[in-house]
């Protein structure tokens, strides 16, 4: 079973450059989100959604941007990158959208802007 | 405001010996809790949640947490460690009064010497 999937799984972007993390999931979980990981900061949710068509803003939104057109894809976009963008991404859905229910978690995207 | 405490940022323990990780929270309302598991380059893996009932949950790999209301606390225990238990482990609340939210802690790094 394929679960959560993320690409790329490396990259390495120059400031001011744009790029799309791709994330996708084949169990049909309506919740789906974005985190970052950093040393020190543990997971912070950047954005998220319940359903196609739904999105919303976590704790760190800012230079990002997302969309859910499908219930299996959650795209991430990086606008302009920037440095301080230099993170490890997660991807992460759940069949419940109420913090009720585990979150089957992709493998990261690290990113590095230069 | 949700939050979720992991006092320790690393912790170094012998093969065989006991473990424990601390979580403190604080939430308002029922919290749902959990605790996660981060292999080195992976994404994270559920080991462990609680809902209700039995303070006392069992989770995959040996582990288990005690929910303490008076402390809002759910550490995570495990009799005996494996070398294959070295990773970051993280402890996490699904803020049902908001929706839509997980909140983790900040991580303990475990390190297993023979």
């Known amino acids: 079973n394929a679960g959560v999937t993320q690409t790329p799984k490396f990259q390495v972007l120059k400031t001011g450059q744009s790029m799309t993390l791709q994330c996708a999931q084949d169990?049909?979980?309506?919740?789906m989100s974005w985190y970052r990981q950093d040393p020190g900061m543990g997971l912070r949710l950047i954005h998220y959604?319940?359903?196609?068509?739904i999105t919303d803003q976590g704790e760190v939104p800012n230079g990002y941007n997302v969309s859910r057109s499908t219930t299996e894809d959650f795209p991430l976009r990086l606008l302009s990158a920037a440095p301080s963008q230099t993170s490890v991404y997660f991807c992460?859905?759940?069949?419940?959208?109420w913090g009720t229910g585990e979150l089957f978690f992709g493998e990261g995207s690290r990113l590095t802007v230069l | 405001a949700q939050s979720v405490t992991q006092p320790d940022i690393h912790i170094t323990v012998s093969e065989g010996a006991s473990l424990e990780l601390r979580c403190n929270y604080s939430?308002?309302?029922?919290?749902?809790l959990f605790w996660y598991v981060q292999s080195p380059g992976q994404g994270l893996q559920l080991l462990l949640k609680?809902?209700?009932?039995?303070?006392l949950v069992q989770g995959i790999k040996g582990f288990e947490a005690e929910f303490k209301r008076s402390q809002s606390s759910f550490n995570l225990r495990k009799p005996s460690v494996h070398w294959s238990d070295a990773a970051e482990y993280f402890c996490?609340?699904?803020?049902?009064?908001?929706?839509?939210?997980?909140?983790f802690g900040t991580g303990t790094s475990l390190t297993v010497i023979p």
């Open positions: 609680y809902f209700s009932g039995d303070t």
């Open positions: 992460a859905s759940s069949y419940s959208f």
């Open positions: 996490a609340v699904g803020a049902t009064n908001t929706g839509n939210q997980f909140y």
């Open positions: 939430y308002g309302a029922t919290p749902y």
């Open positions: 169990m049909n979980h309506e919740y």
């Open positions: 959604s319940v359903g196609a068509g």
